[in-house]
């Protein structure tokens, strides 16, 4: 069992920056670690993931704005989020994977999820 703790999040104009972190608190290490992002009336979408042994994938509407980051010591991932776009504004959920092969990108892929927490990017 996994059990996953996020923080940060909040509101940030247009252009800001914001990090989210997420720490990992269990038994078992994941496989992969990653975030994903839920605005309302849509589907639950992938933004970032890490795999432990190595290897990570990002959404193509993050890419270049976003980057995760890992401490293997504290099990825990960060999310920065630079130049945010009033269309990042969503839920993040951190995620984890138990076991896998590859860098896991869809919902179905993660056993374990976090509360999950506001991002907001007003124009």
């Known amino acids: 069992q996994v059990q996953l703790v996020e923080s940060g999040g909040g509101l940030v104009q247009a252009g800001g920056s914001l990090r989210l972190s997420c720490a990992a608190d269990?038994?078992?290490?994941?496989?992969?670690m990653g975030w994903f992002r839920q605005a309302p009336g849509k589907e639950r979408e992938f933004v970032g993931t890490?795999?432990?042994?190595?290897?990570?994938a990002y959404a193509d509407s993050v890419k270049g704005r976003f980057t995760i980051s890992r401490d293997n010591a504290k099990k825990t991932i960060d999310l920065q989020m630079n130049s945010l776009k009033p269309e990042d504004t969503a839920v993040y959920y951190c995620?984890?994977?138990?076991?896998?092969?590859?860098?896991?990108?869809?919902?179905?892929?993660?056993?374990?999820w976090g509360q999950g927490t506001q991002v907001t990017v007003s124009s």
């Open positions: 269990g038994r078992t290490f994941p496989y992969a």
């Open positions: 890490m795999v432990w042994i190595g290897g990570d």
């Open positions: 995620a984890a994977s138990a076991r896998g092969l590859g860098v896991p990108t869809v919902v179905s892929q993660y056993n374990y």
